[in-house]
């Protein structure tokens, strides 16, 4: 069975910097993987999308300039380097395996059980 554990949430202030990390076990990681993320009292929303080489990758617009994520499939390990954090930014992050990608939820299938990222103003 399929098990994604997130890694790398903290306290940071605004304008700092975290890089979450998302391993797999059990198996290799899917074709797309994605990042996720729910702030109390909001859905999960998409935030980015990487496919299996790593030469595509998709952004929601909100985290564009300031969030890069990558891969390395060889560590079975997805990655999020988050920069130039806002209090916007404070969520439970979630990272997400799926056949075909996508910016919805639905479209993936396997799921973290995710970690908390808290920006101070």
């Known amino acids: 069975q399929v098990q994604l554990v997130e890694s790398g949430g903290g306290l940071v202030q605004t304008g700092g910097s975290l890089r979450l990390s998302c391993a797999a076990s059990?198996?290799?990681?899917?074709?797309?993987m994605g990042w996720f993320r729910q702030a109390p009292g909001k859905e999960r929303e998409f935030v980015a999308v990487i496919n299996w080489s790593g030469a595509s990758t998709y952004y929601t617009d909100s985290v564009k300039g300031r969030f890069t994520i990558s891969r390395d499939n060889a560590k079975n390990t997805v990655y999020l380097q988050m920069n130039s954090l806002k209090p916007e930014d404070t969520a439970v992050y979630y990272c997400?395996?799926?056949?075909?990608?996508?910016?919805?939820?639905?479209?993936?299938?396997?799921w973290g059980q995710g970690t908390q990222v808290t920006v101070s103003s």
């Open positions: 059990g198996r290799t990681l899917s074709n797309y």
């Open positions: 997400a395996g799926g056949v075909y990608g996508g910016v919805t939820a639905t479209q993936y299938h396997y």
